[in-house]
């Protein structure tokens, strides 16, 4: 699975901006999804995943109520749209492909494929 992230850029605290991500290859509807990001100088962390059919999301703390993750199984694509940003949301921003979670979807070492990351900067 090849995915490439988009949808990034430069906004308002307060503003919105949607992030997609396409995948190609087989099969993406039997993938679990999840959206990490990354700030300078700090480490990789969660912030929501999706069940491969969509029916269950998780948010990490920091974005739940903001944020919505989606998934379009027939166009290959998930969304995070990101409401009510705020300058800590500032980071790169990665989407990541699972064919297995286990007991932890926020792990990034339960994630196969990653895609290039899109950078979103939140301004004051």
């Known amino acids: 699975v090849q995915l490439q992230a988009s949808g990034g850029g430069l906004v308002q605290a307060g503003g919105s901006l949607r992030l997609s991500c396409a995948a190609s290859?087989?099969?993406?509807?039997?993938?679990?999804m999840g959206w990490f990001r990354q700030a300078p100088g700090k480490e990789r962390e969660f912030v929501a995943a999706?069940?491969?059919?969509?029916?269950?999301?998780y948010y990490a703390d920091s974005v739940k109520g903001r944020f919505t993750f989606s998934r379009d199984n027939a166009q290959n694509t998930v969304y995070l749209q990101m409401n009510s940003l705020k300058v800590e949301d500032t980071a790169v921003y990665y989407c990541a492909a699972s064919s297995f979670w286990g007991s932890d979807y926020a792990s990034p070492w339960n994630y196969e494929y990653w895609g290039q990351g899109t950078l979103v900067t939140v301004s004051s």
């Open positions: 999706i069940w491969r059919s969509g029916g269950a999301t």
């Open positions: 290859g087989r099969a993406f509807s039997s993938y679990h």
